[in-house]
């Protein structure tokens, strides 16, 4: 079973970048799309980052998402950190007919 | 605007089978455009995809929930349901609806429901 792995935990200043790593058990990370999802306690999770680079309407141009072949890893990127992006944050993606979503990393910011 | 409402009783006994309904306002469940899907989360913990279902009736299972679901649709009602077996304290969760574009991405989700099993 195809499965995605992230760091538990992250930790950065305001105003520093952080990124969160993605990687895909087996196969190719980029045979399908990498979604990334915020969560804020006691909130549904949002969409950030939508097929692996895509930002949706509203979503600052702060985040971004990027793939790299080469580890077989997605990333999430946030750069000018504030302390309302401190949230849960997984990434998701899809193999054969399953939707599969990593264990989530919660993105302090100190 | 399309929007997702979750309902259904909030405490299960052990063994029994766990409901929930999926309301579905501002556009058509019979639409082309999407997949409708059930996710969980356990308390403190992360997000498990359970199923989906198209319009045509095809439906697609999270292989580890597989004997245990099954989710219809009600075209009537504008609804779409979620079946969870002989469930367990295990099955304990936030369980959200939503929306998934060709199966792969989840566009929008409903605000989630708690249910716990227990007797």
């Known amino acids: 079973n195809f499965m995605l792995t992230q760091p538990h935990s992250v930790s950065a200043s305001p105003g520093k970048t952080v990124t969160i790593s993605c990687t895909g058990s087996?196969?190719?990370?980029?045979?399908?799309?990498v979604q990334w999802y915020q969560q804020r306690p006691g909130s549904a999770p949002t969409t950030v980052i939508y097929?692996?680079?895509?930002?949706p309407s509203g979503v600052p141009y702060r985040f971004s998402g990027s793939i790299d072949s080469s580890s077989n890893s997605a990333s999430l990127t946030i750069s000018g950190l504030k302390t309302e992006d401190e949230a849960d944050y997984y990434c998701q993606s899809y193999d054969s007919s399953t939707v599969v979503f990593g264990g989530g990393t919660k993105l302090t910011v100190l | 605007q399309l929007l997702l409402q979750e309902s259904g009783p909030g405490l299960v006994k052990p063994s029994e089978t766990l409901s929930l309904i999926c309301t579905v306002s501002g556009g058509s469940i019979s639409s082309s455009i999407y997949y409708w899907g059930w996710i969980r989360q356990p308390p403190g913990k992360g997000l498990e995809w359970i199923g989906s279902i198209y319009n045509s009736g095809s439906t697609y299972y999270n292989p580890s929930l597989k004997s245990q679901v099954t989710i219809a649709v009600d075209t009537s009602k504008n609804q779409f349901s979620l079946k969870l077996i002989s469930v367990t304290a295990a099955d304990t969760a936030v369980y959200y609806c939503?929306?998934?574009?060709?199966?792969?991405?989840?566009?929008?989700w409903g605000q989630g429901t708690l249910v716990t099993v227990s007797s």
């Open positions: 939503a929306t998934l574009i060709a199966q792969q991405l989840v566009e929008l």
């Open positions: 097929e692996d680079n895509q930002r």
């Open positions: 087996s196969g190719s990370i980029a045979s399908n799309y």
